[in-house]
């Protein structure tokens, strides 16, 4: 159940990426994020679902033309922390950016979000 919840919150999450109009990302992230979410990512720490939504417009104004987010991996929840894979892709065999998040979350909705872009390269060992 806890891990079917956390999987709601971040398929919300990632649908204010795919919204059809910037109108309706506010919304959407109101329904996968608390108030306070923290929020750390490619440019570093912020709070605040208004930081989020910042970061989701830029991303969805990608220069090579609107994007499309999807998590393609399930979910992993041990406790009160998930982690999922996300695949960006651009239109037309554009940019494509993978990675994985890791949240947190509190009473169904994320207040935590560590964003984890690109692959991880093998161990030089």
């Known amino acids: 159940m806890q891990e079917e919840t956390a999987r709601s ?9 795919n919204a059809s109009d910037d109108i309706y990302v506010t919304a ?11 929020f750390w990512g490619p ?8 930081a989020v939504e910042r ?9 090579a033309g609107t994007g499309t987010m999807v998590r393609c991996s399930a ?18 065999g554009g940019p494509r950016l993978a990675g994985t998040d890791v ?5 169904s909705l994320i207040d935590q979000v560590i964003v984890f872009a690109g692959e991880i390269e093998p161990s030089a060992s």
């Open 9 to 17: 919150a971040i398929d919300m999450f990632i649908s204010a990426f």
């Open 28 to 38: 959407l992230l109101s329904q996968a994020l608390t108030s306070d979410v923290v």
């Open 43 to 50: 440019l570093g720490r912020s709070e605040g679902i208004a």
């Open 55 to 63: 970061f989701v417009l830029d991303i969805r104004r990608h220069p």
């Open 75 to 92: 979910v992993d929840m041990p406790d009160e922390w998930a982690r999922y894979q996300w695949v960006f892709t651009t239109p037309g």
């Open 103 to 107: 949240v947190h979350l509190r009473r």
